[in-house]
């Protein structure tokens, strides 16, 4: 007997001719089955920055660094070329610096100019002090662990505390380095700062330490960079800033390693 509800009544409609339209038909229905149940998680549009792009990175700029400056050595370029080098490296390293480029032309350009000066220099300290540059070698390589292994226990903590701290130090200490350089030019010796006197010594060691603490925050900017999926261009500026970091404990350690090696 036929119910005389409406409801009823319009449920029997719509299972007539079905509740989402009419019926499929056989090749709509296979389409359908191929068809993924589910729709596939979007892709970043870059690749992400893996701890083995910045190796390769490093090991590219550094080694570019290396051949450059064993090429000045070998062919023993003259001090105003060296100079020279200097002033190109400090002008592309502060464009990558403020920039911070992902360029790797600029970044291995300033390897190789950087390079070339470190050659010289390197060279001038071992004729006045013999073995002088295997120590300083050495003392970077020994830092570069001792900071790594600071990091990787966390004994000590990146914050941004301690990365103002670290910047503004840094920044007081090229002004210092500058301002001695200028007094030297009417005073012997300058401020001291430089001299192989206990404040020479004092000055270096805290100058080592400094470069300790700027190698620091680039193990920490690497980690920040793998965990937030920076892009892998990023391990370029990642490079550049440990190869800067590196520089700079090595030509502290070369210097104070002057002072107390005999020539001899």
């Not at 409406?6 to 029997?12: K, L, N």
């Not at 200490?173 to 001695?180: C, P, R, S």
């Amino acid at each position: 007997m036929e119910s005389k509800n409406p409801v009823f009544s319009r449920s029997r409609q719509q299972s007539a001719t079905g509740w989402a339209g009419p019926t499929p038909s056989p090749d709509q229905l296979q389409h359908m089955y191929d068809s993924p149940s589910y729709a596939p998680p979007s892709q970043p549009a870059y690749r992400t920055m893996t701890l083995d792009d910045v190796v390769v990175r490093g090991f590219l700029t550094l080694g570019a660094l290396v051949v450059a400056a064993a090429a000045a050595w070998y062919f023993n370029v003259p001090p105003m070329v060296a100079i020279g080098a200097a002033v190109i490296a400090l002008i592309l390293g502060l464009i990558a610096s403020f920039t911070m480029s992902t360029n790797p032309a600029l970044i291995l350009a300033y390897a190789v100019a950087e390079g070339v000066f470190l050659g010289k220099i390197s060279s001038v300290f071992e004729g006045m002090v013999s073995g002088v540059v295997l120590q300083a070698v050495l003392g970077t390589a020994f830092a570069f662990g001792a900071v790594l292994t600071v990091y990787s226990l966390r004994i000590v903590r990146v914050t941004p505390k301690l990365v103002k701290f670290v910047v503004a130090a840094g920044i007081a200490a090229v002004g210092l380095m500058l301002v001695n350089l200028i007094v030297g030019m009417f005073n012997d010796g300058g401020l001291g700062l430089r001299t192989d006197s206990p404040l020479g010594w004092i000055f270096s060691v805290a100058m080592i330490l400094l470069g300790c603490f700027f190698l620091l925050l680039d193990f920490d900017s690497i980690e920040q960079g793998v965990k937030q999926g920076a892009p892998e261009k990023f391990a370029w500026q990642c490079a550049f800033g440990l190869t800067l970091s590196l520089v700079w404990i090595y030509l502290e350690v070369l210097r104070f390693v002057s002072y107390f090696t005999s020539s001899d």
